[in-house]
């Protein structure tokens, strides 16, 4: 059951530990500051991120980047006070007094258990509710910035209030500090949801339904592209590629245990013919069913079977974003299923296939975690310790670094999750190997073992990309819109200079498309240089410019996107560096 991609990075070394103090600190100091400016702010939670912090507060008036600065300056203030941060165990009765003003305070009072402690932390006269850890003194907060306030509501929830949220940051040092600030500008140039305005990739539309993609041509040749090497690479690793309905008998997703896990991340089924259909979350199933329709021997195992799924999964209205969080994508779905013996060798194949996969998109930096069982669990534990072994193996024979996130698994089965860095060394959670050990039993999966008797196949989820509108919400601002030529919806703009040469140019347009490439003309009656402009913004790797003298000569003049001028070129020349292109 292989879940969305998250994007939160338990950092687990010193520097990330420091971070996470001093930034859920700097929450506390902020949320000290906004009660000074407004006294009858109500706070409600302020923890520390991947790369920050935040804090929600019912305030009765949006804050304005005035109040920002204002809320800084105090700030700075508290922090060059060398307040210590104080920690204190109370009892309930005594927390629910301290917090008697505080109504999101007591609602998480009320949420905890009977047998939880309950502590506070206090800097100055600031006590806020607080498991901790933090900073020795507020003077170690060192280089801080608030960022920008959007809505949020309380729990995440449409029916709750809608609070105001500041997010700020806070770094060790002024230098990282400045760092990170610059490259959250660099990635807001490269927001995908507005390069995909901008290159008419795809919309979304109230009218179809929130976090629902259609992909324009554009975006569609990017996304063709895409799958077509996907499926080559799949075929080379010895994988069927199978294709399965968008929805499913209630029975079936009974068997699965769905309904009982899952539901909530269902939609309500469809009623035909008396029979009740879901929209499927996962294609877990229909794979197996696919195993199920025959009897397999041991000699056929391992099966490898792999779909471009496209799944629907209820998220929240308030989380969904652009093409990263949606509720429907197409999972680069796969089920393997095979014998104990080839587990390892399976789940190395899987890891080969996925370098293989990335690195075709640039991407080479990994972080890699192995998540083991946790206390509840199904399954045998024999199976769980092979498989276990198995996913540590395959790491190890590659010479892998990985953090171990033990009692990190699902209750069905360990797994493996890979990370990609993007260029601007963003993490985004792609890949995932997961073993099962509830499903095969649930559908009662077997094959004939070599003594003629039946045994249980082992049974593997993967998805290495994710799914593909994530993905190439990735791509587009990890390549900031200027897609690799194999990849770019439109390859090269033919520019005439003048209508005269309209017709040269369209001559060496069909030359290229026979040659394959995506080619368009610019012919409208617009000055050369508003035409390079245009196609700059495009991102368009190629730009050839024919006038009086490449008509007489037989050439085109050739600029890249880059702003390259590479001269005058005769088509064979231009074709034969535009195939090295493609293929580096
Ligand atoms: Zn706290
Ligand atoms: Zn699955």
Not at 324 to 346: K, N, W, Y
Not at 367 to 396: C, F
Not at 418 to 427: E, F, N, Q, T, V
Request: net charge negative.
């Amino acid at each position: 059951m292989l879940d969305h991609g998250s994007v939160d990075d338990h950092g687990s070394n010193a520097v990330e530990q420091l971070r996470h103090r001093m930034r859920h600190s700097t929450a506390h100091v902020m949320a000290d500051a906004v009660l000074r400016l407004f006294p009858e702010a109500k706070m409600a939670i302020g923890p520390p991120t991947q790369d920050g912090f935040y804090y929600d507060f019912e305030v009765s008036r949006p804050f304005t980047p005035e109040d920002l600065a204002s809320i800084q300056r105090i700030m700075l203030e508290t922090i060059s006070e060398t307040h210590p941060f104080l920690r204190e165990e109370v009892t309930r009765e005594e927390a629910l007094s301290l917090f008697s003003n505080q109504p999101y305070k007591l609602e998480i009072i009320d949420s905890l258990s009977d047998t939880e402690t309950l502590s506070i932390y206090k800097h100055g006269n600031f006590i806020d509710l607080c498991q901790g850890p933090h900073i020795e003194n507020t003077q170690d907060i060192t280089a801080f910035k608030l960022l920008n306030v959007a809505g949020a509501y309380w729990r995440g929830d449409e029916k709750r209030p809608m609070l105001q949220r500041i997010y700020g940051t806070a770094f060790e040092s002024q230098s990282y500090l400045d760092d990170h600030l610059n490259k959250l500008e660099e990635a807001e140039k490269r927001d995908h949801r507005i390069l995909g305005r901008q290159l008419d990739l795809f919309t979304i539309h109230e009218e179809i339904g929130p976090g629902l993609i259609v992909w324009h041509p554009k975006g569609g040749v990017i996304r063709t592209k895409l799958e077509d090497y996907w499926r080559d690479i799949h075929y080379k690793h010895g994988y069927k590629i199978v294709y399965s309905p968008h929805i499913g008998r209630s029975q079936l997703w009974e068997t699965s245990g769905h309904l009982d896990f899952y539901q909530d991340s269902m939609y309500a089924p469809v009623e035909v013919d008396e029979q009740q259909y879901y929209l499927k979350p996962m294609n877990c199933p229909f794979h197996i069913m696919i195993y199920r329709s025959d009897l397999h021997s041991y000699r056929e195992l391992p099966l490898r079977i792999a779909e471009l799924g496209t799944v629907y999964r209820y998220e929240r209205s308030g989380v969904l974003h652009g093409l990263m969080r949606v509720r429907g994508f197409t999972q680069d779905d796969a089920h393997i299923f095979c014998l104990p013996e080839q587990v390892e060798s399976e789940v190395g194949d899987v890891l080969s296939l996925t370098f293989e996969l990335l690195e075709a998109f640039g991407f080479n930096d990994y972080s890699i975690s192995l998540s083991t069982r946790p206390e509840k669990y199904v399954g045998d534990l024999d199976m769980w310790e092979h498989a276990t072994q198995s996913l540590g193996n395959a790491l190890d024979t590659r010479d892998l670094e990985y953090d171990i996130d033990a009692g990190g698994g699902a209750f069905y089965g360990p797994k493996i999750d890979i990370k990609i860095r993007d260029a601007l060394g963003r993490a985004w959670q792609c890949t995932t190997v997961q073993f099962d050990f509830n499903l095969p039993e649930r559908f009662d999966l077997t094959f004939q073992n070599a003594e003629g008797g039946r045994s249980r196949p082992y049974m593997v989820h993967r998805a290495i990309l994710g799914s593909l509108e994530r993905f190439i919400g990735v791509l587009i601002e990890h390549y900031a819109g200027a897609f690799p030529l194999w990849l770019s919806p439109v390859q090269a703009v033919v520019i005439p200079i003048a209508d005269r040469h309209i017709d040269y140019a369209e001559q060496i347009h069909s030359q290229l498309e026979q040659h394959g490439f995506r080619v368009e003309v610019d012919s409208r009656s617009e000055r050369m240089n508003l035409k390079i402009r245009h196609a700059q913004l495009q991102k368009i790797p190629y730009m050839l410019i024919v006038g009086d003298k490449e008509l007489e000569q037989g050439t085109t003049s050739v600029r890249l996107r880059s702003g390259t001028d590479m001269g005058s070129m005769l088509l064979a020349d231009l074709t034969r560096h535009m195939d090295e292109d493609l293929t580096s």
